[in-house]
């Protein structure tokens, strides 16, 4: 074990009174912001925003900033992170900044650190609404406020966390940051948008914003030669090698001729397609495939194949990375999610309308997949009839008539829609109140108009009223019991395995995503990242072992709180049932436990499903455990 003894340095701040202090965590007891923000998310409620050990090093992908905490939304302990945002973190030279209290006024935090000096922490008041009205509106104005009012004091490059208008008005705001390059923010926007934190930051800490950044330097690993010995030890390449063929797909694929997460997941999906609130589950494979051609491929992929991998238009997330996964056109950024809630799910197919509706909601400072999902609901229910566009404060209907559907026209009268609906979500005397989540909104819908409204809303629900719009995946693993969902912490492949199996590969999943989130390290670099952060720790600090029974601890105390709910929409019951039925019809899948459960849901599918369900639950239970069996 190295001699030097290591520590995590984790400033704690409470906004109540603006009294701050350093405290010191052995590396070997913590980690990192995951299993630092279980200890003290549960011992002040504290929100934890941190990097990991190996922020600033010579690793690629090893500065993403981690969030963590009781999310507003989901109500049990959730974990969100940014792209390349720690890299400016580690010059304030600490590892974690955690924040409890809420300040007297809406304000703006300042953290700057001056070489050898002690950190600067000012908070300063600020009216709201004022700010997200002026400029580039929401989210950017506050960034760009941050840097009008703190942005000379800085010697070196600086970051800004902002909330927006849906920080104050819902449960489930998202903090946005940006690059910002010789005092110019970029349109490079990066999100920490799962679990609401941007809700967490201005609702119960009472902070607009935070802006960091400082010169002060850390005996960061930037010995490339060694790292290169390690990587060829384990993989036979040189840690440049490896990171290009792990990031193929964010980068460019020749295979598809398109790359990202929008090119990549657009161009294979065919007849997995989910569109108009997932109406599409019901349709024949045919018909599914036959639209992915003419809409998705001959029109929304073709427009970004133009428009942003033909010329290029692709950045990093503030971090030097081979990836460059961030795929621009002008100042949109196209990630799959995003413009897949906000685009098919909606009714939307068309890049300029899509554009339109994911901006809208970026300003605002929305969660972009479960607003997206939200929307997608909102609009089938009025497109049926089971509320009117008066019981949301809108004056349209959706177009969603797919025999005469106008790919350009009617994306963009139903992005007109999704706006109008965001702004009912974000004011104060909206018609679509968010506050206490959209789960409570829906139960209320239903008692007023009958349980259907309820049935069509896809969503994990957590607790008495906690909830997450799933990933936009056709696999149960996005709908399994987990103590944390709506991230990667399940196993999303089309495959079918038996739920029971299915719920340990979750687990198994979760495990590797606890490690890669604990050091801070992008999730696009798994394919290296997994294998070998293990060796990383050992040899840096000495204490591999312990950081691997340290990954099974935090998850198992993550899942003594699993208060997963049974799955209360009809329609995230027909996910899983249509999923087993097309991989048996389609795929050909003869599985014998497959066909037994195609033939339960068939006789009983309320029953068959909570079979289903509570086998997944088991199945985690049975991994997840300090010491499992």
């Known amino acids: 074990m190295p001699d030097k003894k290591y520590e995590l340095k984790v400033l704690m701040l409470d906004a109540a009174t603006g009294f701050y202090r ?51 939304c989901w109500h049990g302990f959730y974990v969100s992170s940014m792209g390349g945002a720690a890299l400016v973190f580690d010059n304030l030279g600490i590892n974690i900044l955690s924040l409890i209290g809420k300040a007297p006024q809406p304000s703006l935090l300042y953290l700057n650190r001056s070489h050898g000096e002690e950190i600067a922490v000012e908070l300063v008041p600020v009216v709201p609404e004022k700010i997200w009205d002026q400029g580039r ?27 927006g208008p849906a920080a104050r008005y819902t449960d489930f705001g998202a903090i946005a940051s940006a690059p910002v390059k010789k005092g110019v923010l970029t349109p490079v926007d990066t999100w920490a948008g799962r679990g609401g934190f941007g809700s967490k930051l201005f609702q119960e800490h009472g902070l607009v914003g935070v802006i960091y950044g400082g010169t002060h330097i850390d005996e ?112 949109y950024k196209k990630d799959y ?33 479960s607003v997206g999902g939200i929307l997608a609901w909102l609009m089938d229910c009025m497109d ?46 909206g018609k679509i109140p968010l506050r206490f989540g959209a789960r409570k909104f829906a139960r209320r819908l239903a008692r007023e108009k009958g349980t259907p409204v309820l049935d069509r809303f896809v969503y994990n629900a957590f607790a008495r009223q906690g909830w997450v719009v799933p990933n936009q995946y056709w696999t149960p693993g996005a709908f399994a019991p987990m103590a944390i969902t709506g991230k990667y912490y399940m196993h999303y492949g089309r495959n079918f395995l038996p739920p029971r199996e299915l719920g340990r590969e979750n687990a198994r999943r979760m495990l590797k995503e606890l490690m890669v989130d604990n050091m801070g390290i992008c999730r696009f670099h798994r394919a290296w990242a997994e294998t070998l952060i293990p060796d990383i720790v050992e040899n840096l600090f000495g204490c591999g072992e312990a950081f691997l029974r340290s990954i099974n601890l935090t998850a198992s105390r993550i899942t003594s709180r699993n ?20 991989k048996k019809e389609i795929d050909g899948d003869n599985h014998d436990e497959l066909n037994q459960w195609i033939d339960r849901f068939e006789k009983d599918e309320y029953a068959a499903a909570y079979e ?12 997840l455990r300090e010491f499992p069996s």
């Open 22 to 72: 350093m405290q010191r965590y052995r590396v070997g007891d913590f980690f990192g912001p995951v299993d630092m923000g279980i200890h003290l998310a549960f011992k002040h409620n504290a929100l934890t925003i941190g990097a990991g050990l190996l922020a600033g090093s010579v690793f690629p992908g090893s500065n993403r900033l981690i969030f963590a905490g009781i999310s507003p």
């Open 137 to 163: 509106k929401g989210v950017y104005a506050v960034m760009e406020e941050a840097i009008r009012m703190f942005g000379e004091r800085y010697e070196k490059d600086l970051r800004v966390l902002a909330a």
């Open 220 to 331: 960061d690993f930037r010995d490339r030669s060694v790292a290169d010995e390690w990587f060829e030890d384990k993989f036979n390449q040189r840690m440049a090698a490896k990171d290009m063929e792990a990031t193929t797909k964010y980068r460019y694929d020749p295979k598809l001729e398109t790359g990202g997460t929008f090119g990549a997941n657009y161009a294979t999906m065919g007849g997995d397609i989910l569109a108009f609130n997932y109406r599409t589950i019901y349709w024949s494979q045919e018909a599914r495939r036959d639209f992915h051609q003419r809409f998705i491929v001959n029109h929304y992929l073709k427009q970004f194949n133009e428009e942003t991998i033909q010329t290029k238009q692709q950045r990093n997330c503030g971090e030097p990375c081979a990836a460059v996964c961030k795929k621009m056109h002008g100042i």
């Open 337 to 369: 999610e995003p413009y897949q809630s906000m685009g098919p799910l909606c009714g939307i197919f068309d890049q300029r309308a899509a554009e339109q509706l994911n901006h809208h909601a970026d300003r605002l400072g929305f969660d972009a997949i």
């Open 384 to 429: 049926d009839g089971l509320i009117t566009p008066g019981d949301l404060g809108v004056d349209r209907m959706p177009k969603w008539e797919t025999a005469d559907f106008d790919v350009v026209e009617d994306s963009m009268h139903n992005a007109k829609l999704g706006m109008a609906l965001l702004d009912q979500m974000s004011q104060p005397d």
């Open 563 to 582: 208060a997963s709910v049974f799955w209360e929409p009809k329609r995230a019951r027909d996910m899983v049932s249509t999923f087993l039925k097309n």
């Open 612 to 623: 289903f369900w509570y086998e997944m639950h088991k199945g985690i239970h049975e991994m």
